[in-house]
Each structure stands twice: as structure tokens, then as C-alpha cells.
């Protein structure tokens, strides 16, 4: 029985084909693999000599995961500073609402 809810979508990763299936959308499906492709041949193209398709794998899978932490930290920072904020000015506003 299929799954209305998914959706199968053919793509090429690295000179292979995968066929996919998600409950995304299909065009969010193949950024994600043309991504991942991308970061793939970033790899290859930046090793100085030909490179096992799983190394390369595991280094672009490696690279996407510190570009993932960091937006992580980044987005905490911009959490802390956005409830600081309104830590201040809930205080700003009891202090004058008081007097």
C-alpha cells in the first residue's frame, strides 16, 4: 500500500542515481541532494589526489554537520540576546508602570 504522504523522486548524487522517498516536496528533495552533490565535489575537487567515494562521502557529510553546528551556536547567540532584550525591557516597563 503506498503512502499519499510521500513522495519518490529520482536524483543523482555524486554520478549515482537514488531514488528518494519523503514526505517532502519534491523540489525540497532534490535541493537537498544537489546540495549534498555539491559538497561532494567541493571535496573531490579540493583533494589533491582521487579520492574513495566513501572518504569523500564522510568528508562532505562532515562539512555539512560543522555548517550545521555553527548555524546552531549562531542562532543560540541570536536567542540569548533576543530574551536579554526583552528581559530588559519587561524590567524597563515594570519599573515604569510602579512609579
Do not use: C, H, W
Amino acid at each position: 500500500m503506498n503512502n499519499p504522504d510521500n513522495n519518490t523522486v529520482q536524483v543523482t548524487i555524486y554520478g549515482k542515481s537514488y531514488t528518494i522517498k519523503g514526505k517532502a516536496d519534491s523540489s525540497y528533495i532534490t535541493g537537498v541532494a544537489n546540495y549534498v552533490d555539491m559538497k561532494m565535489r567541493e571535496v573531490d575537487d579540493g583533494a589533491n589526489s582521487t579520492q574513495e567515494e566513501g572518504k569523500v562521502a564522510i568528508l562532505a557529510g562532515m562539512n555539512i554537520t560543522d555548517e550545521l553546528f555553527s548555524a546552531r551556536q549562531d542562532k543560540d547567540k541570536i536567542v540569548d540576546r533576543f530574551e536579554e532584550r526583552v528581559q530588559a525591557l519587561t524590567e524597563l516597563i515594570d519599573e515604569t508602570l510602579s512609579t
